[in-house]
């Protein structure tokens, strides 16, 4: 097995087990769904609350236009006109000269003209943090107005209906339930990403079919099938076998007598590959007169099982087949199901 032909990139994408893992991590999307619903509501709607309170007064003004010749259609000007109007130099110089006081950039920012439903009647609206500035830019904006419009050749009078006596707070615009969907769309899609990409990214060796594919070496199952004595028995002989792997030596022992448990034969010295540059570590692969079984783990990446795997190939000591430990077999199970393999065999009779 040489180091080049191990290319986990060049695996397409399983999508059944994407699936099943990305379903596994249903919880974690969950609990991201709702913090980023949480922490997106939380944010708005204290950034809401630390705003600057606004005080808005509003007036109405009644425009008089002239009839379209020839018909009795009036000529008026619409809602967007009137807002773009209102902060036009014009209309703002005419407010100031009716108080020359204010700050013709306050003015422009607190001030708009627009209309609410009837195209007749303009409303006056001025919103700063100052109750009684509102009042003093909303009774020079009157005066302003009503001098702008009755200069316009479209309007032929102007006269005031309903005046501000006060300025009254601006409502808080929360619109909690809109931060909470938002943050809940933020948080469901930042999630699905991240498990995405970790699945996708994630090289481990989930099912022991991987071994055959990934490695081209005889796959014997899992550790934990309840048939693995036959499989070894099938791939490594009756005379017994060297379990080989880069697990540390505790871990080993522990497969080592789960083996034994499961009634085959392994040997009880073991090949720790785990440091291919160990003195004296090739003349004992050398000296290996039984046949290898190479243990892979579920639980780690197989970087290091691929370099060994590599060092035993240059020895010509292949291993006879693969073992896959620390297997999630609820997961082999529910991916085996509806499908006819061997390892589907070996799950159904878990």
Same mark, same amino acid.
């Given at each position: ?9 060049? !695996? ?27 922490i997106v509501c939380a944010w708005h709607v204290?950034?809401?609350?630390? /705003? ?30 009137? !807002? ?49 500035? *509102? ?18 050749? !479209? ?17 808080? $615009? ?16 930042? /999630? ?8 996708? *990214?994630? $090289? ?84 290996? *007169? ?7 783990? /579920? ?41 006819? /393999? ?9």
């Open positions: 097995m040489k180091l080049w032909e191990m290319r986990y990139g060049y !695996e397409p994408v399983n999508g059944r087990m994407f699936l099943l893992r990305f379903l596994g991590k249903i919880r974690f999307i969950i609990i991201s769904v709702l913090l980023g619903a949480i204290l950034y809401r609350l630390s /705003s600057e309170k606004q005080y808005m007064a509003e007036s109405d003004v009644y425009l008089e236009y002239i009839p379209e010749a020839g018909s009795n259609e009036l000529i008026y000007f619409n809602k967007y006109t009137w !807002e773009q109007m209102s902060k036009d130099s014009a209309v703002i110089d005419e407010i100031i000269k009716a108080d020359p006081s204010l700050d013709p950039s306050l003015v422009r920012e607190s001030f708009t003209a627009t209309l609410k439903s009837d195209v007749k009647v303009l409303t006056l609206q001025v919103a700063t943090s100052d109750p009684d500035m *509102s009042m003093r830019i909303m009774d020079a904006a009157i005066t302003g107005i009503s001098e702008y419009a009755a200069s316009l050749p !479209e309007i032929l009078s102007v006269r005031v209906i309903g005046q501000a006596q006060s300025a009254e707070p601006v409502p808080l $615009d929360i619109r909690a339930f809109r931060a909470v969907v938002l943050g809940a769309i933020i948080g469901l899609f930042i /999630s699905c990403l991240t498990v995405s990409v970790m699945i996708l *990214s994630d $090289d481990r060796i989930i099912l022991p079919e991987t071994i055959e594919k990934r490695y081209h070496l005889p796959a014997a199952g899992t550790l934990s099938a309840p048939n693995i004595n036959e499989t070894l028995s099938d791939l490594a002989g009756d005379d017994g076998f060297i379990v080989a792997s880069t697990l540390s030596d505790t871990a080993v022992t522990k497969v080592i007598e789960q083996l034994k448990k499961s009634g085959t034969n392994p040997q009880s010295k073991q090949l720790n590959l785990s440091d291919t540059e160990k003195p004296g570590l090739a003349e004992e692969v050398k000296a290996s *007169s039984k046949p290898i079984v190479y243990v892979f783990s /579920s639980l780690v990446s197989p970087q290091a099982d691929e370099r060994a795997l590599s060092f035993l190939s240059k020895y010509e000591k292949e291993p006879m087949c693969g073992l896959l430990a620390d297997s999630d077999d609820a997961l082999i199970k529910c991916y085996y199901i509806g499908k006819r /393999s061997r390892f589907a065999d070996m799950a159904d009779k878990k």
